[in-house]
T-cell receptor, first 116, second 114 residues
Framework: DAEITQSPRHKITETGRQVTLACHQT?????MFWYRQDLGHGLRLIHY???????NKGEVSDGYSVSRSNTEDLPLTLESAASSQTSVYFC???????????????FGPGTRLTVT | AQTVTQSQPEMSVQEAETVTLSCTYD???????LFWYKQPPSRQMILVIRQEAYKQQNATENRFSVNFQKAAKSFSLKISDSQLGDAAMYFCAYRSAGNTPLVFGKGTRLSVIA
């Protein structure tokens, strides 16, 4: 069955370190998204991609970067981790409009990141 | 930019009773989708129900139904015959008809009392 996975599921890192969170989907979806979830804020968009070599900034992109070298993966990099980036991170993917079930985003299980 | 507002941070309901979660949104677009997602303690995001803005009929999925008021920009979720497994965080979300990301509300934590 197709799925979307994230790794690691939990990570603790120190302030100033570079951290990369992996997201891998086997749906063959063109669209991929990164959100962060914080208490009292819901889910907020960090970056998104509509296809290979395409990336776009979201609402809270400062301090984060993404790159899309293939359809399946959209890694999220924290260039220099800060305590304010302690959060739960969700990756999601969706099909292009006009395709079956294109309205739905499929979410990964999330990564809990703690920056100490 | 579109915004989604959930005015009830927490709600509770007795088992087997009915509860309604509120959501309002702001947009200048005429064609869009609205969603309710459930997030249990496992953190998994589960799509509960969706509504296409061009459809006047309210969506229904088993015990879950919505009251979609397009002119008022309101999209409430009604859960009938509440069960213990319904306890979760519920997020209302908006998406434009084009190829766009979701915009989420801040969520409502629902507790179900046995």
């Amino acid at each position: 069955d197709a799925e979307i996975t994230q790794s690691p599921r939990h990570k603790i890192t120190e302030t100033g370190r570079q951290v990369t969170l992996a997201c891998h989907q086997t749906w063959n979806h063109n669209n991929m998204f990164w959100y962060r979830q914080d208490l009292g804020h819901g889910l907020r968009l960090i970056h998104y991609s509509y296809g290979v070599h395409d990336t776009n900034k979201g609402e809270v992109s400062d301090g984060y970067s993404v790159s899309r070298s293939n359809t399946e993966d959209l890694p999220l990099t924290l260039e220099s981790a800060a305590s304010s980036q302690t959060s739960v991170y969700f990756c999601a993917s969706s099909e292009n409009p006009g395709q079956v079930n294109s309205y739905e985003q499929y979410f990964g299980p999330g990564t809990r990141l703690t920056v100490t | 930019a579109q915004t989604v507002t959930q005015s009830q941070p927490e709600m509770s309901v007795q088992e087997a009773e009915t509860v309604t979660l509120s959501c309002t949104y702001d947009t200048s677009e005429s064609d869009y989708y609205l969603f309710w997602y459930k997030q249990p303690p496992s953190r998994q995001m589960i799509l509960v129900i969706r509504q296409e803005a061009y459809k006047q009929q309210n969506a229904t999925e088993n015990r879950f139904s919505v009251n979609f008021q397009k002119a008022a920009k309101s999209f409430s979720l009604k859960i009938s015959d509440s069960q213990l497994g319904d306890a979760a965080m519920y997020f209302c979300a908006y998406r434009s008809a084009g190829n766009t990301p979701l915009v989420f509300g801040k969520g409502t934590r629902l507790s179900v009392i046995a």
